[in-house]
């Protein structure tokens, strides 16, 4: 309560002050001059004032020549015995005019005590906007008094994360069940993993199961322009979760405010760092904030302080991973619970063609097969409907309107029929799903390729193979069209990136040999802004050959390939001309013709 009174009284302050101010400004500007009294009755008897206002014992004066001024006199009764008699003979010949007594207020002060009243709601609404009357340093957590209607069997594709958190869970409905054996309930939990993976999803599950107040807050939220404020908002927001435990504090985004300290170009004693000191003491210090568990998510954990990370703090580390086959499909039963399918959808067939698609990504699939259902008039999602919504996600909505000419399109016909050649020919995992000219979104075309298994690592021949895959489009344009065009640069890119990771990150070079070049590709400034690279120019030569040497050895390969299977080539990207778009049973009908034409000249 004194925290707040003394809050109050410093706006209170702030408000006076901003009144004094702007009363001296107004005062300054709209400043008019003193006039004697005896210089008063000169003017008026020697007819030099046009216009005089009366407002109690103050006048004021127009004069002829031009200018204003304020004249104090002793009373009316007294000025009228002095200059009455003149002042009638002017008003009555019309050279003076006489404005009627006006109240001892002005307009002035009027205007004065309006603006006041201007500021003070201002200040009141704004400080009600920022949480209430505790204004800047209140916490902004919001308390969700109401038991959630998201459960954990409403989340699927995370089983290894509901289990860790269904501990917690335990801990918070029978927590003696673990004291009695000595056990510590934990002080927090961190979510990790990629975004759209449902770490706030988990979150809201785990208050829902547990039937305690739940807290909920984002990271960025605690730091403001003003020093000080945030470890305000931590001190508060521990304040209101001490009277409501066992309770659950939800903090998303947790690297907004728990980087690394000293990590700056300003210093370490910015808002930010005392925010996470302030988080640091009311976590592990020595205040008693038994009951209450921290659950924290974030993309970044990499970034975070190890202060933060220590047991005693976040005592555990929950990794929310992409989901799998079998949790794409249970993700896809989710989202599809409200919607009406056709009988001919096979949600494991779209769990299989959206390898690492999270369930954000699955969610937004569902709801986009959707739309374009209703768009087309369909009583129910189609396949075709799931596919169309796959690809405008994936790549880009289709462009219609797009006018191409024939030379582009026999350009992009080879490039795609290069793209899907190649991976039908070299990758054993992965087969071609469709291929098209069509423009979706930038691209000129795409090859769609589905692997046949999710994968938790790449070999060395797997990364050989994705690069023969890039450079499949522009080896076909070389063989085909004796020209190169700029369609390939996306490929190239990628082709690139894969060979740079080859050499720098996995140690696949057999020249510079098991060494990690890698430093993270973390872009902080302040922390290693002054250091140079862990390796040399000569070193940093050596990994451009080597790079180099990978994607010019893969693209000879590619075009031997595309040579010895000419056909083939030219089969498909006819195709791909007379039809635009071709699935994968007509793509194989090129690969039957040339197997026959073999046969047959055998024969």
Known sequence: ??????????????????????????????????????????AVKSHQISEITVAGNDVTVKLIQGGEANVEIP?????????????????????????????????????????TVIIIAFMVIFLGRRGGGGGFTKSTARLVYDKPNIT??????????????????????????????????????LLVGSP????????????????????????????????????????????????????IVFIDEIDAVGRQRGAGMGGGNDEREQTLNQLLVEMDGFGDNDGIIIIAATNRPDVLDPALLRPGRFDRRVVVDMPDLKGREAILKVHSENKPLAPEVDLLEIAR??????????????????????????????????????????IGAESRSRIINDKEKKLTAYHEAGHAVITRLVSGDTHVHKVSIMPRGRAGGFTLSVPEEDKQYTSKNEMLTRIMELLGGRAAEDLTLDDI?????????????IARQMVV?????????????????????????????????????????????ILTQQYSKTKQILTDNMAVLNCVAKKLIDKETIDNSE?????????????????
Not at 158 to 174: P, T, W
Not at 200 to 207: D, E, I, M, N
Not at 360 to 378: F, G, K, P, S
């Open 1 to 42: 309560m004194k925290n707040r009174f003394t809050g109050i009284g410093v706006w209170l302050a702030l408000i006076i002050a901003i009144y004094l101010i702007y009363s001296l400004a107004v005062n300054l500007i709209t400043a008019t001059p003193d006039m004697d009294y005896s210089d008063f009755v000169k």
């Open 75 to 115: 009373s009316l009764e007294t000025m009228q015995q002095d200059v009455g008699k003149e002042l009638n003979e002017q008003m009555t010949d019309g050279t003076l005019k006489q404005v009627a007594h006006e109240s001892n207020i002005s307009w002035l002060a009027i205007s004065n005590i309006l603006s």
């Open 152 to 189: 954990f069997r409403n989340m699927a594709g995370a089983d290894e994360a509901k289990r860790e958190l269904e501990e917690v869970v335990e801990f918070l409905k029978n927590p003696s069940k673990f004291t009695a054996l000595g056990a510590r309930i934990p002080k927090g939990v």
């Open 196 to 247: 759209g993976t449902g770490k706030t999803l988990l979150a809201k599950a785990v208050a829902g199961e547990a039937n305690v107040p739940f807290f909920t807050m984002s990271g960025s939220n605690f730091v403001e322009l003003y020093v000080g404020v945030g470890a305000s908002r931590v001190r508060d927001l521990f304040a209101q979760a001490k009277k409501c435990k066992p309770c």
């Open 353 to 394: 063609a959206t390898i690492g698609y999270s369930g954000a990504n699955l969610e937004n699939l569902m709801n986009e097969a959707a739309i374009l259902a209703a768009n087309r008039n369909h009583t129910q999602i189609t396949r075709l409907d799931i596919e169309d919504a796959n690809l405008k996600v994936m």
């Open 485 to 497: 065009s700029t369609g390939a640069s996306n490929d190239l890119q990628r082709a690139t990136e």
């Open 505 to 549: 990150k996995y140690g696949m070079s057999e020249l510079l040999g098991p060494v990690s070049y890698d430093d993270g590709g973390e872009v902080f400034i302040g922390r290693d802004f002054a250091q140079s690279k862990a390796y040399s120019e000569k070193t940093a030569a050596d990994i451009d050959g080597e790079v180099k040497k």
């Open 587 to 603: 793509f194989e009908e090129c690969f039957n013709i040339s197997k026959g034409g073999e046969e047959n000249a055998d024969n």
